[in-house]
């Protein structure tokens, strides 16, 4: 239970007074079935005394009305742009009705679980079950599954539930989701990989020329492109922005310290001082250097690329660091009741317990949509909407792969085997700000590397190029009428069949993304990935909320209707670069918005001419 008070802010055990029928009221039908996604096969039944931490999501109650502000508040043509929400409507929009709750409580009484406990708004029910009790609840048979990779999930394909609960409950895991929430770089990070692009000229620029080494791309790069260098922030006291860290990445404050006083001496003491936040377990920020077992296993470089990024580009503006503990991969054992819930719902119920949160959230995670079933989703998604809602940019990063993977024999579906581009989620969640990644100067174009051999002489098996594509689960959002359906007519029947034209396509924007100056294990290297250029434009947006707080306005919030409205003037185009993926040459990128770059890198003085802050 340790791990559900420190879950939850407001921590309700409840002892429902309902009148309490013997035996449930209608029939179990099934619920749900998802695939087994391939690369996971089942190791036989799961030990019946496993425990789960179990999370019901309930319907919430006005979830559409909770939409319409938010689209409202972020509209700057609305006369309530800027408006945002606080916690407390956010809770009285999405809290289920009373009646949901107590046939619900009803359920649970009657199946012996007596012990639970509410998410803030009381549209989650967390409860801690083993697995026989859980068979019993949802009417189903939990496995062991093993991924290719040897880690294990407890999870079932299907589940069921009472006919009259079915209204009442969106989804309840873990059951079918096999989702790992990945960081967008461990696959790819390669340390003195030096590949470069082919037929790749220097900048002519001087300026530009003087400050970006393909090799070790530096702050003062970054700066320079995007038009950030010298800018003088007004009042990072009101300002503040923060990163996400599942599966045990956390920062490590001697390697960043370090980079710190490289790139930006005035930010290092900050290395050691900024707050970290530890929810459900996540380990705290690290005053010790990594141990060699750490190192050698590649751990928190997610970590520490994204507050290396941040503090370098933001300084002073106040850095939070959350990690979320509880994730997967595990190996079940049943002794360890080990938490086994994607980590997304976990933060994000943490974070709808705080009264107030950090202008701009990067998040450099995901995984294959069609790993997380679509009602799941739909939820975790939703949980990111009032996210927006209450001010708060939200950026995730693409994805590595492209279109899905390097060659088809990674692009098949989970329903019937066949040949498909493999969207990523949550970067098909139209409540993010979705950051694809580019790689050189004169021009910028999409990211794109090889696999083989590196100049290093070493053979590296990886490819990356920047995450693309369009969601098979979410509708493309009404922001998205003008461009998407232009870009979908231009590619005049390419790729036809093998992505979904009508969903919601991404990225958004991007950034750089390839041979980030990286300081790790002691060691200065380069790290590349859309895990770099999340925090990056996340960075910029910072900059852009001290503009607007010190003009009076409010800040950028949920970035897409204002972005696809008016803001993508602030961006620069990018319209060419490598693509190929899923064994084709991927989606174009090309003038005006793509689904490899959105509508590209920022351009930090023409976005505050644009917002009236400069
Ligand atoms: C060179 O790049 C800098 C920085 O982006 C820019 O301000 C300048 O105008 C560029 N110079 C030329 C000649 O394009
Ligand atoms: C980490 O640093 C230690 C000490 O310098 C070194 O021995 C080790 O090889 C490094 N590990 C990696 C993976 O870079
Ligand atoms: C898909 O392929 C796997 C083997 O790779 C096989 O076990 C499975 O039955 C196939 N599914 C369908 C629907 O053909
Ligand atoms: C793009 O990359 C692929 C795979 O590495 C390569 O075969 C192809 O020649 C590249 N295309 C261009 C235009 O550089
Ligand atoms: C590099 O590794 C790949 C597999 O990862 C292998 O197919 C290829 O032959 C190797 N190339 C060289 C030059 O060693």
């Known amino acids: 239970m340790l791990y559900l008070s420190s879950l939850l802010s407001v921590a309700i055990a409840a002892q429902a007074a309902v009148a309490t029928p013997i035996k449930a009221r209608t029939a179990y039908e099934i619920k749900e079935i998802h695939e087994v996604p391939r690369k996971w096969s ?166 530009i020329a003087k400050v970006c080494n393909i090799a070790s791309v530096t702050l003062e790069c970054f700066n320079t492109l995007y038009g950030t260098l010298g800018y003088k922030q007004k009042v990072p006291e009101f300002n503040s922005i923060a990163f996400n860290n599942y599966l045990n990445n956390t920062p490590i404050r001697p390697d960043i310290f370090e980079f710190l006083k490289l790139y930006n001496p005035a930010a290092a003491p900050e290395a050691f001082t900024f707050k970290s936040v530890e929810i459900a377990g996540g380990p705290a920020a690290q005053f010790t250097p990594l141990t060699p077992f750490e190192a050698a296993n590649g751990a928190s470089e997610e970590a520490v690329l994204d507050a290396e990024t941040i503090l370098g580009m933001t300084f002073p503006i106040p850095v939070t660091s959350y990690s979320t503990g509880g994730s997967p991969p595990f190996v079940v054992d049943i002794n360890t009741p080990t938490d086994t819930n994607e980590p997304y719902l976990t933060w994000a119920t943490y974070i709808s317990g705080q009264k107030t949160i950090p202008h701009v959230i990067s998040s450099s995670y995901g995984d294959d ?55 990523a989620f949550p970067a098909s969640c139209p409540y993010v700000t979705t950051v694809g990644a580019v790689q050189e100067f004169e021009p910028q174009v999409a990211a794109f590397r090889e696999p083989g051999l590196g100049l290093d002489g070493k053979n590296h098996s990886s490819y990356y190029a920047s995450g693309s594509g369009f969601s098979n689960y979410f509708p493309r959002p009404n922001f998205q009428d003008v461009v998407v359906p232009a870009y979908v007519k231009a590619l005049d029947g390419k790729h036809k069949g093998l992505y979904n034209p009508n969903g919601r396509a991404y990225p958004d924007v991007s950034a750089q993304g390839l041979y980030f100056a990286f300081f790790w294990n002691g060691t200065l290297s380069d790290i590349s990935g859309t895990s770099a250029s999340c925090p990056l434009m996340s960075s910029v947006a910072a900059l852009v909320n001290d503009a607007l707080i010190a003009s009076g306005k409010p800040t950028l919030g949920f970035l897409n209707p204002w972005l696809y409205s008016k803001g993508y003037k602030g961006f620069t185009d990018i319209t060419g670069g490598n693509t190929t993926s899923c064994g084709t040459d991927g989606f174009p990128v090309t003038k005006g918005w793509d689904p490899v770059t959105g509508f590209g890198t920022p351009d930090f003085p023409e976005i505050l001419s644009l917002l009236d802050c400069r």
């Not at 708060?392 to 994805?399: D, I, P």
């Open 42 to 207: 089942s190791q036989g039944r799961a030990p019946s005394d496993h425990m789960l931490h179990m999370q019901i999501g309930l319907k919430q109650g006005k979830f559409d009305e909770l939409e319409r502000h938010l689209y409202e508040v972020s509209d700057p043509d609305h006369p309530r742009y800027g408006q945002y929400l606080a916690v407390e409507d956010i809770h009285d929009l999405v809290a289920p009705s009373e009646e949901s709750l107590d046939l619900v409580h009803e359920w649970l009484l009657t199946n012996g679980v007596d012990k639970f406990n509410y998410s803030p708004a009381k549209d989650w029910i967390n409860i801690y079950i083993d697995v026989e009790s859980a068979e019993r609840l949802l009417d189903t048979e939990y496995s062991v599954y093993e991924h290719e990779d040897g880690s294990q999930l407890v999870r079932t394909s299907e589940w069921s539930l009472p006919k009259h609960l079915h209204d009442l409950i969106d989804t309840i895991q873990p059951t079918n989701s096999f989702m790992r929430t990945k960081p967008k770089s461990a696959d790819w990070i390669q340390f003195g990989d030096k590949w470069t692009p082919p037929g790749y000229k220097p900048p002519s620029n001087e300026t």
């Open 369 to 423: 949509e069609q790993t997380v079933p679509k009602s799941y989703a739909e939820r975790v998604c939703r949980e990111f909407a009032q996210i927006g809602a209450r001010g708060t940019t939200l950026f995730v990063s693409s994805g590595d792969d492209g279109a899905g993977a390097a060659d088809a024999s990674g692009c098949v579906s989970n329903i019937d085997n066949s040949t498909i581009f493999l969207p």
